[in-house]
């Protein structure tokens, strides 16, 4: 059975973030190009909802799309009262209450004031756009923010900061209830990486690389074709034709990291994919990856991540 998801829309709503999870999750098909997810977008009464872009949107749906809604997604939203006064109106307690027992519930940026109005975030961990952040703690103090994450998972409450964090929020979601196959196949569909790590910090502040400054994207790429040679800093600077000095600051430039640590991360990917995706053995799967030995995609999984491999497959393994 397909999984009903309803997104509830709020005057004034931000429109990106309304737009994300009907993208998203309704791009998401199994094997057979089954759809994954029924999606909705439904309002708290009948009228249209204004948008911070500048347009008015009319809603298909009222609110009793959220009494029959697996999964509930509260996009952002300037919506008086949660978002600027830590208060929750009847006409939301209202709409809250349609909600069944059970359902699982989402916040995409401001959204998350919303849940925390409704008591839905007390002694959990959450997140919201780094932006926010003082706001949030200032009128929610029992909820424990982490304005520095893309999204936290808290099994049947999540959050996701803002804007694009929305789309790495849907593509979790598709992971962990279908398998990362049917979260690539609905990246691969809307043009998007397909995965970001929940932990990753929400603002990264470099420089754009200079226009004429040579790209070092053909090395990544054939970097992450042949994950399992040796990739020190020489080769890779080899493969780009440049001084090793050159090619440290041009692939820092483009990517925010040092090429030792994006090379461990490619790896790590690619070691989850084939825990998640293949029956193959623990140590064939370090050596496929270029992390060589099980222990030592056991010792990495285990920093960041905090499980074993085994644990990891078990958790994650495509059904």
């Not at 998203?24 to 872009?53: F, H, Q, W």
């Amino acid at each position: 059975m397909t999984h009903r998801v309803a997104v509830l829309a709020l005057d004034v709503a931000v429109g990106y973030d309304l737009a994300i999870p009907p993208q998203i999750l309704r791009a998401a098909t199994g094997p057979g190009g089954e759809r994954l997810y029924d999606v909705v977008v439904c309002g708290v009464d009948d009228k249209p909802v204004r948008m911070n872009t500048g347009f008015t949107a009319v809603l298909d749906h009222g609110p009793e799309a959220l009494e029959t809604a697996d999964s509930v997604i509260v996009p952002g939203t300037m919506v008086q009262g949660p978002r600027f006064d830590g208060v929750f109106p009847d006409h939301l307690a209202e709409a809250f209450a349609r909600i069944r027992p059970g359902a699982r519930v989402m916040s995409i940026c401001t959204g998350a004031f919303v849940l925390a109005a409704a008591g839905l975030l007390d002694g959990r961990r959450a997140t919201t756009h780094w932006r926010y952040a003082d706001d949030f703690r200032a009128l929610y103090p029992r909820v424990d923010l982490d304005p520095d994450v893309l999204w936290v998972d808290e099994g049947d409450v999540l959050t996701s900061a803002g804007l694009g964090a929305g789309v790495d929020l849907c593509l979790h979601v598709i992971r962990r209830d279908f398998g990362s196959e049917a979260a690539n196949r609905s990246a691969r569909h809307c043009v998007v990486p397909p995965w970001r790590e929940g932990g990753q910090s929400q603002y990264i502040s470099r420089p754009t690389p200079p226009a004429d400054a040579g790209s070092v994207a053909p090395t990544r790429e054939w970097a992450v074709r042949n994950l399992a040679e040796p990739l020190d800093l020489a080769a890779l600077a080899a493969h780009a034709a440049m001084s090793v000095r050159t090619f440290s600051r041009h692939f820092r430039a483009e990517t925010g990291l040092s090429p030792g640590a994006w090379v461990l991360q490619q790896r790590l990917r690619r070691a989850k994919h084939l825990l998640e995706s293949t029956n193959l053995p623990v140590d064939r799967v370090a050596a496929e990856s270029g992390l060589g030995t099980a222990a030592s995609l056991r010792q990495h999984l285990r920093a960041t991540i905090g499980v074993s491999p085994l644990a990891y497959r078990k958790t994650f393994r495509t059904s």
